[in-house]
T-cell receptor
Framework: DGGITQSPKYLFRKEGQNVTLSCEQN?????MYWYRQDPGQGLRLIYY???????QKGDIAEGYSVSREKKESFPLTVTSAQKNPTAFYLC????????????FGPGTRLTVL | AQKITQTQPGMFVQEKEAVTLDCTYD???????LFWYKQPSSGEMIFLIY??????QNATEGRYSLNFQKARKSANLVISASQLGDSAMYFC?????????????FGGGTRLMVKP
């Protein structure tokens, strides 16, 4: 089945540790995105990538880093510089950068202790 | 910059009745797309419906329809014949056509609860 997978679903880390969230898609989509969602709020864009080996900062990129070495993979690293990393993280993709519809993965809930 | 406002933090609806979820937006762009997503308790965002700013007819997808009033900058979601499985968070979002990064701006969401 085609889709977007994110792993793990729940992640716990100690304060000060870097952590990498996985996002893989087999939809052959060119563009991929990372969003952050805090309780009771909408989504905010962290980073996006329109093609392999290229990515751009979104609205809240500070404290995060990404890579796009393969079309199907777009991992997000939450660094120790991120002040409030506890949140729900959603990955999305779209067929092309100018395609309107983004499709989302199931999300990873990160809790920093 | 774009802004999406959803003024209803939570709503109740009786099963089998219709419900309207409000969404207003603010943008200086002339061409844009409007979206609605459903987020059940599992967390995944499910795409429901899309409306282009130049579309003359309101979009419909099964039990979902979008009441688009461009002059009022509103894009309300109408769910007909509510089902218990419709209980979820609903988010309105928009994106300008000229935004090469395809960046969506989301509203704060409305929690819909369907009563049996």
């Amino acid at each position: 089945d085609g889709g977007i997978t994110q792993s793990p679903k729940y992640l716990f880390r100690k304060e000060g540790q870097n952590v990498t969230l996985s996002c893989e898609q087999n939809l052959n989509h060119d563009a991929m995105y990372w969003y952050r969602q805090d309780p009771g709020q909408g989504l905010r864009l962290i980073y996006y990538s329109q093609i392999v080996n290229d990515f751009q900062k979104g609205d809240i990129a500070e404290g995060y880093s990404v890579s796009r070495e393969k079309k199907e993979s777009f991992p997000l690293t939450v660094t120790s510089a991120q002040k409030n990393p506890t949140a729900f993280y959603l990955c999305a993709s779209s067929r092309q950068p100018d395609s309107f519809t983004q499709y989302f993965g199931p999300g990873t809930r990160l809790t920093v202790l | 910059a774009q802004k999406i406002t959803q003024t209803q933090p939570g709503m109740f609806v009786q099963e089998k009745e219709a419900v309207t979820l409000d969404c207003t937006y603010d943008t200086s762009d002339q061409s844009y797309g409007l979206f609605w997503y459903k987020q059940p308790s599992s967390g995944e965002m499910i795409f429901l419906i899309y409306q282009g700013s130049y579309d003359e007819q309101n979009a419909t997808e099964g039990r979902y329809s979008l009441n688009f009033q461009k002059a009022r900058k509103s894009a309300n979601l109408v769910i007909s014949a509510s089902q218990l499985g419709d209980s979820a968070m609903y988010f309105c979002a928009m994106r300008p056509y000229n935004n090469a990064g395809n960046m969506l701006t989301f509203g704060g969401g409305t929690r819909l609860m369907v009563k049996p």
